[in-house]
């Protein structure tokens, strides 16, 4: 199922939209983080962790909801509840509250309450050294909405941040859950439904539903790809290999030096025009070094392209892809050769490259995004980090090139292409080399 992702700002305004007044919410929050905490482990003793805030509210609940199910509960606290709810929920726990401190004893469970979307700046020093003692001293520890020091939109790190064994997303998932560096500190992240309406153009990228091949279907049903090929003849094979076995009718290669090695599949020639209309999707980039040219030549086509690494570098100027139906597939340094420095956050980042080439961009990195000039952004599950080798980014350009040769649509198509993508390099293992990736692909009929 689809996970929508919510800003800070949506965030506020899905609460205040909400039917339940804000302390049916919050008495919601406090009972699923109960139990969340019951479905990991046995009652046993836990530590909850308060904030001043609607967060630490949160804490209070759980606390009441854990000490019914038989767990052995202490409340250390920041500061007094500053809320109205906060202190409501405070005044529902009728059980002692610690102040939190350099003394304060470790638990087996610890539930972080402190801080979560509203966290305004760094945790003071003091304060981040006991989150993270008692975090290490912990056997199983859980974020209430976010790890505190984390900042909602950004993804960025605060102050030091634990590593989470869980993080209980409430109402929604936030962009930092699925934002490096962030993301690493969250461990798994389950989102509680509190019954807040959760609409978004911001998701999380889930399985992908494939168009079917038709039995009766000839190779172009299935797609051509054609790959318009450079100087580096490992990077091309990779993409040509990849899109072969990502499922593409037939792969032709455009080289005028052939290269060895390749499935006899795989067709290579000197000949033959963009213009074919048989041509599902041009691949352009993979191994192509300094040959502008040949964007020049793809942009003739009437075709979709898939625009990848030194083609990325190398269209100069982004508004020059408006009116073509374009992909593009850059990792960090070539979204800034392309677009130059832009503000923001990295979805900020990714949505302004959308818009201004008004084609879909595969901002690729730990965590890769998929925007679409309209405003949808897909934010990929975590994949492993073994990923980050040489090739890697071939392989995905091929796997997207098929799947918009197969007739998806540009945006499902590069959404498909990272799910599928991610997901291989969990069936490769660590470590891991692009060729790997290409024989651990799923099953994609
Ligand atoms: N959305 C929903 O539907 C629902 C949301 N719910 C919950 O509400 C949470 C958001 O609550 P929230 O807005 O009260 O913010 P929260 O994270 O508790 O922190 C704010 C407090 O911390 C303080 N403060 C900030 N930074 C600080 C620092 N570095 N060091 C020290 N203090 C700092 C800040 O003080 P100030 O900045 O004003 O000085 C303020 O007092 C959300 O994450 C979820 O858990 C659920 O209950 C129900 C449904
Ligand atoms: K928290």
Redo the contacts with the bound molecule.
């Keep these: 199922m689809t996970r929508t992702i919510l800003t800070l700002e949506q965030?506020?305004e899905?609460?205040q939209a909400?039917e339940c007044s804000?302390g049916e919410?919050?008495e919601?929050?406090?009972e699923a983080l109960a139990e969340a905490v019951a479905l990991g482990s046995a009652p046993r003793a836990v530590l909850v962790l308060a904030?001043?805030?609607?967060?630490?509210?949160?804490g209070y609940?759980a606390a009441r909801h854990l000490r019914d199910r038989g767990f052995d509960v202490r409340i250390a606290a920041?500061?007094d509840p500053?809320?109205d709810?906060?202190v409501d929920?405070r005044t529902a726990w009728d059980g002692e509250v610690e102040r939190l401190g350099d003394d304060t004893k470790p638990a087996p469970i610890l539930i972080d309450?402190?801080?979560?979307?509203?966290?305004?700046?760094?945790?003071?020093d003091a304060?981040a050294a006991t989150l993270m003692r008692l975090a290490e001293r912990a056997e199983f520890t859980i974020a209430?909405?976010?790890p505190?020091?984390i900042e909602?939109d950004s993804g960025a790190l605060?102050?030091d941040v634990p590593e989470y064994d869980l993080t209980l997303a409430?109402?929604a998932l936030k962009p930092a859950h699925r934002l490096s560096p962030a993301m690493r500190h969250c461990g798994q992240v389950a989102v509680a439904d509190?019954g807040?309406d959760a609409a978004s153009d911001w998701f999380e990228i889930a399985e992908p539903v494939l168009p079917p091949a038709r039995p009766e279907g000839h190779k172009y049903d299935r797609g051509l790809v054609q790959l318009l090929a450079g100087e580096m003849p490992g990077a091309i094979a990779l993409a040509a290999k990849a899109a072969a076995r990502s499922g593409a009718g037939y792969v032709r290669l455009f080289t005028s030096q052939p290269i060895e090695g390749l499935p006899d599949a795989i067709v290579q020639t000197d000949q033959g025009s963009v213009q074919d209309e048989r041509i599902g999707c041009l691949l352009v980039g993979p191994g192509m070094g300094d040959i502008p040219v040949l964007i020049t030549l793809a942009l003739t086509a009437p075709k979709p392209i898939v625009f990848d690494a030194d083609a990325i570098r190398h269209v100069g100027d982004p508004e020059r892809l408006v009116g073509h139906d374009v992909i593009l597939t850059p990792h960090e340094g070539e979204l800034k050769a392309l677009f130059g420095d832009i503000e923001g956050s990295k979805a900020d980042r990714a949505l302004v490259a959308a818009q201004r080439c008004q084609n879909v961009v595969v901002y690729k990195g730990a965590d890769t995004l998929v925007a679409a000039p309209d405003g949808r952004l897909g934010f990929a599950p975590p994949a492993p980090s073994a990923l980050a080798t040489a090739g890697t980014g071939d392989v995905l350009s091929g796997i997207i090139a098929t799947l918009r040769a197969r007739g998806m649509d540009a945006f499902e198509a590069a959404c498909a292409g990272v799910w599928i993508h991610g997901r291989a390099a969990e069936r490769a293992g660590d470590p891991l080399i692009a060729d790997d990736l290409i024989a651990a692909l799923p099953d994609l009929t």
């Design positions: 965030m506020r899905a609460e909400a804000l919410l919050m919601r929050a406090g904030g001043p805030g609607n967060n630490g509210g949160d609940v920041l500061a500053k809320s709810l906060a929920a309450c402190l801080f979560g979307t509203g966290l305004s700046r760094p945790l003071d304060l209430c909405d976010l505190s020091g909602t605060l102050s409430l109402g509190i807040i």
